[in-house]
């Protein structure tokens, strides 16, 4: 995740980061661009202006559609951005409860017991870590799919990371209560901070593997590409040559907001956008370290 000052106008306007938007849509606006001058050429050399009079009526008809798209991109990045907030809340509640467990277990454990103090500071962190590593894997993606996804299909069936290092967290905490070294009040304290990561785990796999229905995923770029193809038509014998850095604009900025909400809807992976999952983890480690 990118670290910034937002109040560094200057900045943002003329540094250009290998995150933009401009760099993947490169060859589009280029594309854009040479169509753009086709049909401005077409129409300014070869149609005659006023027994053509109805092309200029055709902003009319992107003038209706422009409220209609805007409405559609609007709710696309809101709900690409509550994804990614929500994702962020998850890990947030991981690192509190990870503290919250390490805190009462200090308290509850005496303080010769360092077996047992040893093994929930490897425990609570690599819950962490192997949390990233399954969010991350692109297996976890296809979950919900009613056929196995071809690339994993040779995949060990039955391995769920996250899961096994829960249980063994669970399973130590019932083995102390049973050899006496923590009450049945003691275990129910620690039961809410050990569920908490299971349920935490299956928060995260619902937004990893839940992505935008695709029809609408796929209308809003389709919508996008019409609109804009359409544009030239109706500006050219109002704009002239003009008309080809404005469509082009129109088109970065239309297909910005739809790369941009992409890459947010998915809090969990790699890209520069997406939560830092390696520096939370790694400070649950060492909180855990501190408190145990």
Known sequence: MIAYNPKDWIKFI?????????????????????????????ELEYLNATAHAWLRNIPLMH????????????FRTNTAYDRWWEGRKQWGALVNNSRNLAIKLNAMLE??????????KRMIPLYAKVLMGHLQAESTRWMLDEKIHPEFSSLEEGKHVP???AQLMVSKATILYRAG???GDELIVLNSELTSFTDICGACERIKNTPIPYSYSAFIKKFIFFYVITLPFG??????????????F?????????????EIEDPFGKDTNDLPMQQISHNIEKHVNELL
Do not use: C
């Open 14 to 42: 003329f540094k250009i980061h290998k995150s933009d938007t401009i760099r993947q849509l490169l060859p589009l606006l280029v594309f854009v661009g040479i169509y753009s001058w086709a049909v401005a050429y077409w």
């Open 63 to 74: 003038g209706l559609l422009g409220f209609a798209i805007s409405m559609l991109l609007v």
């Open 111 to 120: 303080g010769q017991d360092m077996d047992t103090r040893n093994f929930y």
């Open 163 to 165: 899961n096994h290092v």
């Open 181 to 183: 070294k923590i009450s």
């Open 235 to 248: 500006w050219s014998f109002q704009l002239g040559y003009i008309t080809i850095p404005v469509v082009t």
């Open 250 to 262: 129109v088109f970065y900025v239309l297909a910005s907001l739809e790369i941009v909400a992409e």
